[in-house]
């Protein structure tokens, strides 16, 4: 007999996914209509406007079904509580991986072509962000079970909409606590507040966006403190703020969740939509576009298999009390995370240093950088794939126990 009760977790989800779905769609519909007020009006069109309102309409399209599944659940509908189990083939997974690439080689060849960038560009955008991540998800939960649609679809929106915003007051809070801190440091040291007095007061003779102002701070930009500080924040602060919060729908229906293989499908689900927030939100950058949604690919995999981890350790802590194993979780998503981005920062700074003529060590690591990020993105795949073999191997062990008969006939005289 169906309940009267309102599922109340479900109506305030439907309600955040609905909200957030309709912002998105209202930013991305501004640009969308001045493009096509440009178009008419014979003016150039800006590649950034038409791949805003492409990608963050997708986005929106995928809150609004996020959020039908929700209020599903608050009315209590039989769809909603289906499960779903994601079963896909060689065959699709080559045809997917082709169609990604395709769309970043082509894209890579048509950004540059004001002409038409600005209408091939959103096209080639959404199988270029998407489709990895898809790939990528579908072998890390292949077999495995995700839940109820309306778990699985409340995950995917929570990595989208809440989970980045927690994220982003948090790691805004710690970056404001860290400039203090420099701040602090820098007036303990009488010789640089001096050499800073002098560098700002050029500046303003010669004028802040003046060429030669750009030389002035240049060099300081690759100085060791400036890397030191850089690595500090999005080495060390960062990876451990998002490696606890990254999960976030897990966390939440840690109580609900039937098996420690379904924490981690929910966790790769949320790692994706918070690498999908990510990518969607840099792939305007027509100039790089190619090379920036290729690298972010090792990014999406890095998400991906760390909230994994995550999410199968926070339901093993909550259902058998494995509370060390939650705790070493978090170091090794927080290890692996912290080193991908060193070698990322380290990459950028290298090609600052280049970029600037400065010679040194800094400004040649860029190929040996590259070697040990790919084969740090291999280890993460292993990671993923060795741990759906490991999942997929408990969860069959009670479908090999229904099989087995309980009872047993004594045929003894």
């Known amino acids: 007999m169906r309940t009267s009760q309102t599922h109340l977790p479900s109506l305030l989800s439907g309600i955040l996914f609905s909200l957030s779905g309709l912002f998105l769609f209202g930013i991305g519909l501004f640009p969308g209509v001045t493009a ?3 178009l008419f009006t014979g003016k150039s069109i800006e590649v950034q406007q038409t791949i805003i309102f492409i990608a963050f309409g997708f986005e929106a399209a995928l809150l609004f079904a996020a959020a039908f599944f929700s209020f599903q659940k608050t009315l209590q509908k039989p769809s909603a509580d289906q ?5 896909v083939t060689r065959w699709q997974i080559v045809i997917l991986v082709l169609i990604a690439g395709a769309s970043i080689l082509i894209g890579n060849q048509v950004s540059g072509i004001g002409t038409v960038n600005w209408l ?4 080639l955008t959404l199988p270029a962000v998407v489709l990895p991540l898809v790939v990528i998800l579908m072998l890390g939960t292949q077999q495995l079970p995700l839940g109820t649609r309306w778990q699985s679809w409340s995950v995917l929106g929570l990595g989208m909409t809440l989970t980045p915003f927690v994220l982003l007051i948090l790691e805004a809070v710690v970056a404001i606590i860290l400039f203090f801190v420099i701040i602090a440091y820098v007036a303990t040291q009488p010789e640089l507040v001096f050499e800073l007095r002098g560098l700002s007061r050029q500046i303003m003779i010669l004028g802040p966006d003046s060429e030669a102002a750009f030389d002035l701070l240049a060099p300081l930009l690759t100085r060791p403190g400036v890397i030191l500080t850089a690595l500090t924040y ?3 602060l960062v990876p451990a703020i998002e490696e606890l919060f990254k999960p976030l729908g897990v966390w939440l229906l840690a109580g609900r969740l039937d098996s420690t293989a379904q924490g981690f499908t929910l966790g790769a689900l949320s790692g994706a939509g918070y690498a999908l927030i990510e990518t969607i939100g840099v792939s305007t950058q027509a100039g790089e576009w190619a090379s920036l949604l290729f690298s972010r690919i090792g990014t999406g995999l890095l998400h991906i298999t760390t909230s994994a981890m995550m999410g199968a350790a926070i339901v093993l802590a909550w259902r058998e009390r494995h509370y060390m194993r939650l705790i070493g979780t978090y170091f090794l998503a927080f290890l692996l995370h912290g080193l991908w981005n060193m070698f990322a920062i380290l990459f950028t700074f290298s090609s600052l240093a280049e970029l600037l003529g400065q010679p040194g060590r800094l400004s040649t690591i860029q190929p040996t950088l590259i070697v040990i990020m790919s084969l740090l ?4 795949f292993a990671i993923l794939l060795v741990s759906n ?7 069959s062990l009670p479908f090999i126990e229904e099989s087995t008969p309980a009872n047993t006939v004594d045929q003894s005289p």
Do not use: D, W
């Open 36 to 38: 096509l007020l440009s």
């Open 83 to 87: 499960e779903t189990i994601v079963s």
């Open 120 to 123: 091939v560009l959103p096209i």
């Open 234 to 236: 999005m080495a060390i």
């Open 377 to 380: 993105a291999v280890g993460l």
């Open 389 to 395: 073999r490991k999942m997929r191997r408990m969860v």
